[in-house]
């Protein structure tokens, strides 16, 4: 049983219909398709609902991978009515807080433009964000990031995908930036996140489609976390 993954084909698909595979131990909802992005990679699973036949609507907390890493487990809210297994149901996301994160995610892959150096660590929040990097001069400065940022947001380049290799991936070991989090291999092929003239990245999550639609960007704060670690945190203006 696997959960065919729609967001990574249409990050701006907001809901699908779908079956449920299983519940499992804990009353997770296995579904055989989702447009739910599960935790990973720093980004947090979405939220949302599941709407079922009979209309019952209940609130999703969260997704997460399952044991088997081919399935998306959707964790209701507590005190949840739980479907059961071949139920059809639809499920919906938030979006207003996917489209958050999908603007954050984009500015912090440009942020490893702006600061090319060795990425140890990173999240996304809602509205904000923050990376950490192995800089060994630690003489930058706020404004001068947010300035450099913006001016890479303002490009409007395009976002694209493109597939590559699991051995192609492993001939290129610059395309990797991030020390902290392996890039999504052992599927044989390798998802890379594309801004056009500006970053080419190994990358699972969610992303908008032009650069344009990030909007306004502030550095808000660089936080020292070691001799040479610097955490650049990022937040809408």
Same mark, same amino acid.
């Given at each position: 049983?696997?959960?065919?993954?729609? &967001?990574?084909?249409?990050?701006? %698909?907001?809901?699908?219909?779908?079956?449920?595979? #299983?519940?499992n131990e804990r009353g997770g909802i296995i579904l055989d398709r989702t447009v739910f992005y599960a935790t990973g990679g720093g980004q947090p699973g979405d939220v949302g609902e599941m709407s079922l036949a009979d209309g019952t609507t209940f609130r999703i907390a969260t997704a997460v991978y399952g044991e088997d890493k081919s399935q998306i487990v959707h964790v209701p809210a507590e005190g949840s009515s739980?479907?059961?297994?071949?139920?059809?149901?639809?499920?919906?996301?938030?979006?207003?807080?996917? !489209?958050?994160? @999908?603007?954050?995610?984009?500015?912090?892959?440009?942020?490893?433009?702006? %600061?090319? !150096?060795?990425?140890?660590?990173?999240?996304?929040?809602?509205?904000?964000?923050?990376?950490? &990097?192995?800089?060994?001069?630690?003489?930058?400065?706020?404004? #001068?990031?947010?300035?450099? %940022? @913006?001016?890479?947001?303002?490009?409007?380049?395009?976002?694209?995908?493109?597939?590559?290799?699991?051995?192609?991936?492993?001939?290129?070991?610059?395309?990797?930036?991030?020390?902290?989090?392996?890039?999504? @291999?052992?599927?044989?092929?390798?998802?890379?996140?594309?801004?056009?003239?500006?970053? %080419?990245?190994?990358?699972?999550?969610?992303?908008?489609?032009?650069?344009?639609?990030?909007?306004?960007?502030?550095?808000?704060?660089?936080?020292?976390?070691?001799? @040479?670690?610097?955490?650049?945190?990022?937040?809408?203006?």
């Amino acid at each position: 049983m696997t959960t065919e993954l729609l &967001f990574r084909a249409d990050a701006y %698909l907001r809901e699908t219909d779908a079956t449920v595979l #299983a519940i499992n131990e804990r009353g997770g909802i296995i579904l055989d398709r989702t447009v739910f992005y599960a935790t990973g990679g720093g980004q947090p699973g979405d939220v949302g609902e599941m709407s079922l036949a009979d209309g019952t609507t209940f609130r999703i907390a969260t997704a997460v991978y399952g044991e088997d890493k081919s399935q998306i487990v959707h964790v209701p809210a507590e005190g949840s009515s739980l479907p059961k297994p071949g139920e059809n149901i639809t499920l919906r996301l938030d979006w207003s807080v996917r !489209y958050s994160r @999908m603007r954050i995610h984009t500015a912090l892959h440009l942020l490893t433009t702006v %600061l090319p !150096y060795p990425v140890t660590g990173g999240s996304i929040g809602d509205g904000e964000g923050r990376l950490d &990097f192995d800089i060994p001069d630690a003489g930058i400065e706020k404004d #001068a990031i947010t300035s450099e %940022l @913006m001016s890479r947001i303002n490009q409007n380049a395009d976002v694209t995908e493109q597939w590559i290799t699991d051995a192609e991936l492993e001939a290129n070991p610059g395309l990797v930036k991030t020390m902290s989090v392996k890039p999504p @291999m052992g599927s044989g092929r390798v998802r890379l996140v594309n801004i056009t003239g500006l970053d %080419l990245q190994p990358c699972g999550g969610t992303h908008v489609r032009n650069t344009s639609e990030i909007g306004a960007i502030t550095v808000t704060a660089i936080e020292k976390k070691g001799k @040479m670690n610097r955490r650049v945190r990022i937040s809408f203006a």
